[in-house]
């Protein structure tokens, strides 16, 4: 039996078998050949090619059927490498003069090919690259009778172990197979750990040595709450866990979900309470968990996991969905923010240094006016069935913000010319989540119309701490003296403009912040639909006036430390018995 501590990352606790997901990267062993071997080696080139041919047409037609003709062209520039006479002859030239293997002369013969398109001045032929490397992975694994482990034809439920499991793969997971999630990397904050929370999958991540310590098969206890995994289990710790995992799903259906949507402490301060949303699948949840709308819909993840970009249409369509299956409650769609950790396929976005202070976000849309613009138009059509905001990310300054709303007027003209509708009082809000807004939060809120305080972002940007670097997740600190002041700042402007201030960082989710934000005077708070209840439940027990009188304590502390254990002191004391129930989940 082995322990390892990572980062709690989604809370309860999983048990099962592990499934070690290894990169896609495949080791070609290179081996000389005799002179009888050569014609051997040749004719395993052509099988594996045809047979290579034969499934990626079964894949075309499949996709054809289920999706439409356009996508199944993906496939073309996989069928142009593997009929190409130039690349299959180099290989067998290989393998008759050099007297290798069929696998490594046709591994060093894709490297040249690639090569040679990463040099050619043609952005189509260049971006083929990813297709030919994909091809590339398929052939060698039949040549070396490798396979590959498909997630969505999972036999039997399993532990996802990983290096790094990037925020699409999480999201693609198929929920009801996955016991548990771990990985290597990432923090609490990073996308892949807020997925695992929404998706309810007890997640450790940041365990550094897990897939070095973790083989498939194993079985392996996964305890999100306490950031712990135990590896081979003996019986006795085993059953101990057993129990915990019946405990916790008792506690889980037990939490009491008011009937009532609006939070309102004892003394009639009422706040919005709502859900973060990231697939349209979690839509369900908004309503099953008592959250009253949707308070950050996360719109990249329709962009990601795919080769292609999402057309305007195909956007009004998946926002129309959102917007009818949360009415008559109100949706908050911030546009995409891709960059950071979340990547398209396409545009290719240059590798960075600092991806997380790069080409991310609203600079990305700001540049990329084409993609921007029609996702606005679909966001703007979907507009006109509902309660829809929109707010843009990473803002950092009044000039990007007069940009993107010069942005949605010229889309308003466009449409309008069109004869579409939507709703042309559209309220605009920016995130706070750069320092350098949250210290000019009085100089943005004359200029929109709510502000969304994203904390995952300003807590790593004003602590300079990468949210999903575990070596520094010790002072990823929400309760940080510097942090606090600035969110009180962000609120005390946005109340001086009367405008309204909400949270949709994994803060506003966790107890004792969610009492210190209300004293200090926030509207909303949003989080994912699970972390609902709980929060609601602690507001409805509360008075505000405690939670005003906790904010000028917590205030004078110097310390993250010292204001958490003030915060939990102070709590226990206005919850008194419900402290347990409320906090200890
Ligand atoms: C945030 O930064 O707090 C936020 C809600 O946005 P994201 O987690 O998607 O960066
Ligand atoms: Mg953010």
Known sequence: MIKLKGIAAAGGVGIGKALVLIKDEISVPKRRISHDEISREIYRLEVVLIDTRKEISNLQRKISKDVGFDHARIFESHFLALEDRVLIEDVIFQIKNKKVNVEYAFSQSINKYVDALLKVNDEYLRERVVDIEDISRRVLRKMLKEKAVSLSDLKEKVIIVSHDLAPSQTASLPKEMILGVVSDIGGRTSHTAIIARSLRIPAVVGVEVATKNIKSGDKVIVDGSKGLIIIRPTEKTLKEYRGKLAAYNKEIRAIHIPKALKACTKDGREVRISANLELPEELPLVKEFGAEGVGLYRTEYIFLGRKDLPLEDEQYKAYLKVVRGASPNQVIFRTIDIGGDKFLSQPEVPKEMSPFLGWRAIRFCLERTDIFKAQLRAILRASSVGNVRVMFPMISGVEELRQAKNLIEECKRELKKEGKTFNKNIPIGIMIEVPSAALTADLLAKECDFF???????????????????????????????????????????????????????????????????????????????????????????????????????????????????LKEELKKVLKDKFYRILMI
Do not use: W
């Not at 995952?456 to 929400?478: C, G, H, M, T, W």
């Not at 602690?538 to 006036?545: A, D, G, H």
């Open 452 to 566: 969304s305080i994203g904390t995952n972002d300003l807590i790593q940007y004003s602590l300079a701490v990468d949210r999903a670097n575990e070596k520094v997740a010790y002072l990823y600190e929400p309760g940080h003296p510097g942090v606090l002041r600035l969110i009180k700042n962000v609120i005390d402007s946005a109340h001086a403009a009367k405008i309204k201030v909400g949270m949709c960082g994994e803060m506003s989710g966790e107890p004792i912040f969610s009492f210190l934000l209300l004293g200090m005077g926030l509207d909303s708070f949003s989080m994912t639909s699970p972390q609902v209840p709980r929060i609601k439940e602690l507001i409805n027990n509360i008075k505000f006036e405690d939670a005003v009188k906790a904010v000028t304590g917590a205030l004078k502390l110097s310390t993250a430390k010292e204001v958490e254990n003030f």
